[in-house]
């Protein structure tokens, strides 16, 4: 969910209910070095912890990454061990750990010894189905301090194709005594539901499920603890809230990188709505460089007046 999950994200799904929201993923070496834009990604986006996400393949810079992000703020600490992009598994981050477990172990040992905050981590399960290590890893994880583990139900070789199999994230459930979180095509209320009950976990994490409604994540936290959801917004509502993500955007990165980092926002926003999509006015919308021209759009484009047409 790198550079998708950033602050201005962040703070919506906060806004909508969220109980917890997670850094995007923060490279270790490029924050000990001073990476602008580690950096960025590393500061606090609202009042709910501050969970800062680390990757990386050498114990000394995640060590001193938490470090860093332990004197930033973080509240917890959160090891990536479930990328699946090639640009990272290269380097032997991410889901790569998991091919090398006494690898991955030196870096859960580094940061836990680093700092006194919680130390979680995010894994997949296995690289592939031939090697489906996610409850071995995950109990040698706790072992060395880890307090929380999130699984997702593919092993890294599927990338995202097929379906999640979280009754496979079971064995990690039955394998530790922490909790152990649930991830993987938690679309809904209904995918939670199911994903909680033949996994056996404590909790769902959501990524893209969230994409283009980040009010969908409180509204499913909402129903499990038995209250009613609200509604997802709609008509001025939703054209409001979406020029709200837009100029955020266009805050969090300057408006040249902004416009362009933005376009994917605008685009899952349109699917989320569902019905017909005038695909000239979307190529226009999502081409557009001039922040007045897209904020123009908004009423046209998520308003009353699309809805009619759709």
């Known amino acids: 969910m790198a550079g998708i999950t950033d602050a201005p994200m962040r703070r919506l799904a906060e806004r909508f209910g969220a109980g917890w929201v997670v850094s995007e993923m923060i490279a270790s070496n490029a924050l000990a070095t001073g990476h602008d834009d580690m950096v960025r990604k590393l500061r606090k986006s609202g009042s709910l912890p501050h969970v800062v996400q680390l990757a990386g393949c050498e114990a000394e810079w995640m060590r001193r990454g938490a470090q860093i992000a332990r004197e930033a ?119 939670a539901r199911e994903a909680l009950q033949v996994s056996g976990a404590a909790a769902v994490m959501i990524g893209r499920g969230a994409q283009g409604q980040p009010w969908v994540v409180g509204q499913i936290g909402a129903a499990l603890q038995g209250s009613a959801p609200s509604a997802p917004p709609a008509g001025d509502v939703l054209v409001a809230l979406v020029a709200e993500h837009y100029e955020a955007m266009l805050d969090e990165y300057g408006v040249q990188v902004g416009v362009r980092a933005a376009r994917k926002h605008l685009d899952w926003y349109l699917q989320a709505q569902g019905g017909a999509i005038d695909p000239v006015q979307r190529k226009r919308l999502l081409n557009a460089d001039e922040p007045a021209t897209v904020l123009a759009m908004l009423p046209a484009m998520y308003g009353d007046e699309q809805r009619a047409a759709a």
């Open 73 to 191: 703020g973080a509240d917890i600490i959160d090891i990536n061990m479930g990328c699946p992009a090639k640009r990272v598994t290269n380097g032997y981050s991410g889901s790569a750990l998991m091919r090398v477990p006494d690898e991955a172990l030196k870096l859960i040992d580094a940061v836990v010894a680093a700092t006194s905050l919680p130390v979680t981590l995010k894994m997949r399960l296995g690289w592939g189905d031939d090697s489906l290590n996610a409850a071995e890893l995950a109990r040698r994880a706790v072992d060395a301090g880890g307090r929380m583990i999130t699984v997702h139900g593919r092993p890294r070789q599927p990338f995202y194709k097929g379906e999640a199999r979280w009754n496979l994230v079971r064995p990690v459930v039955e394998a530790v005594p922490v909790p152990v979180v649930v991830n993987g095509d938690v679309i809904d209320l209904a995918a």
